[in-house]
């Protein structure tokens, strides 16, 4: 096994890793702004880090160069995504989850 | 609603208008990509098409209506679109009155000067060309129909003035 491969298992893994966490969190997590919080923080190193390790078992090739372009772009897109959803949520009368909103 | 949450409410929002304009050149230049090699990689006209209409969608959404109006508006979608459906027809038309069926590009070496195989590859593109000019406007123009009611923004005030009278 090459010195790339184990590279681009271990970044394989950690995006599996943060895929899962991010998951957890939208699941567990109390309310829309915190869900956010999760999602949109770890599906973004999710996708960066499974992006690059693919680029990684690629090798330097137009491909890999290719997939390296997506990870930028996906980087760039997915935080101003997040930001456009929850001012959407803002704008819409979304009450955050505090002490004094909880009713239940 | 405290005071913070109104200010966020009222203001404009730079990072979404920014990032929009960072992106849209790059956007616009992968649906030509995928345009182009729509022969021998996945894509094609009508892929690229709807990349282009996405990245239009993109750019109405986060300037609005006023601001981005110049840059394409509805007369020259209707119009783009009736021209991506002239350049379809049309290299199919030429081929039947160069002696061959609808389409059959092999005709078109007649008078392209390349050899079959070129001239096949060419009118496919042609075709992909006219499809992906025409999705890219209709693809628009329902955006548009659908985000304004069909109704221009600004001739509302009009015509309320006009019903009160």
């Not at chain 2, 609603?1 to 203001?11: D, L, P, R, S």
């Not at chain 2, 209409?53 to 394409?72: D, I, N, P, Q």
């Not at chain 2, 061959?100 to 096949?120: E, F, P, Q």
């Amino acid at each position: 096994m090459s010195f790339m491969t184990v590279l681009s298992i271990l970044c394989l893994l950690g995006g599996f890793f943060f895929f899962f966490t991010a998951t957890i969190g939208l699941l567990r997590f109390p309310d829309f702004f915190t869900r956010l919080h999760a999602t949109g923080k770890g599906d973004t190193l999710a996708v960066f880090l499974s992006l690059l390790g693919l680029a990684f078992y690629e090798g330097i090739s137009l491909t890999g160069l290719k997939i390296l372009i997506i990870a930028i772009f996906m980087f760039i897109a997915q935080p101003t995504a997040t930001h456009a959803i929850s001012r959407a949520g803002m704008r819409s009368g979304v009450k955050p989850w505090m002490k004094e909103n909880i009713e239940s | 609603m405290n005071g913070f949450a109104e200010m966020i409410i009222k203001t404009e929002d730079i990072i979404v208008k920014t990032i929009a304009r960072i992106l849209i050149p790059f956007i616009q230049l992968f649906s030509l990509y995928v345009i182009m090699h729509g022969h021998y990689s996945p894509g094609g006209g009508f892929q690229g098409g709807v990349i282009m209409g996405a990245s239009l969608v993109l750019l109405f959404l986060t300037h609005g209506y006023e601001e981005s109006k110049e840059r394409m508006s509805e007369k020259a979608a209707i119009l783009f679109s009736s021209t991506g459906v002239l350049i379809y027809s049309g290299i199919g038309l030429l081929c039947l009155l160069l002696l061959g069926n609808y389409l059959d590009y092999g005709r078109l070496s007649l008078i392209l000067n390349v050899d079959l195989a070129h001239a096949r590859s060419l009118g496919i593109l042609g075709v992909e060309i006219g499809v992906g000019f025409a999705v890219m406007a209709v693809m628009f123009s329902i955006f548009l129909d659908i985000s304004t009611g069909g109704i221009e923004p600004g001739e509302e005030k009009k015509n309320e003035k006009a019903s009160t009278r």
